[in-house]
């Protein structure tokens, strides 16, 4: 049974949703009613996993070129 590759790419996009979803939660979350406090614990917990993305995103292009 052959395994297909994931595209390293995906992970950066989803890397960047997660960054600008991070961001927004942490500026318009609280202008529309929600405490500041778990609008900005929400943004952390959003923006924690940009960097295991990237390192997955990294981890995939190393085993393509491997591969190759």
Known sequence: MQVRKKNPNRFYLVMLFCLLLSFCSFVIAPRIGYERDA???VSIMIGLWAPT???LGVARELMAKKDE
């Open 39 to 41: 609008a900005y614990a």
């Open 53 to 55: 993305l990237c390192i």
